[in-house]
Nanobody
Framework: VQLQASGGGLVQAGGSLRLSCVVS????????MGWFRQAPGKEREFVAA????????SYGDSVKGRFTISRENAKRTVYLQINSLRPEDTAVYYC????????????????WGQGTLVTVSS
């Protein structure tokens, strides 16, 4: 199983990015997908999750209204659209997959990607 995240980079505050995570090796359309982030010196934080049927999403409080998670099952890809970036959004962003939605949201995920770095300058 591989989760390949991409799309990170250096962006100014107020800017936008779209992260992508391409998944292989599992039945993507039957897995719930999520994004987490970890800033330097901080614990990993839940960012967003989307269930396998695309009908339900969840967001961490610090990103609600600015981040949007989506998925494209035909491309085995989950996205994270990040708008109105702030310096405190600087972190490594990880995608994750789990067959149980609650486990995904809690961060006890079956599968993790390698992460993509987002750096926001003020």
């Amino acid at each position: 199983v591989q989760l390949q995240a991409s799309g990170g980079g250096l962006v100014q505050a107020g800017g936008s990015l779209r992260l992508s995570c391409v998944v292989s090796g599992l039945s993507f359309s039957r897995y719930h997908m999520g994004w987490f982030r970890q800033a330097p010196g901080k614990e990993r934080e839940f960012v967003a999750a989307i269930n396998w049927s695309r009908g339900s999403t969840s967001y961490g409080d610090s990103v609600k209204g600015r981040f949007t998670i989506s998925r494209e099952n035909a491309k085995r890809t989950v996205y994270l659209q990040i708008n109105s970036l702030r310096p405190e959004d600087t972190a490594v962003y990880y995608c994750a997959a789990d067959s149980v939605y609650l486990s995904l949201v809690r961060g006890t995920c079956e599968y993790w990607g390698q992460g993509t770095l987002v750096t926001v300058s003020s």
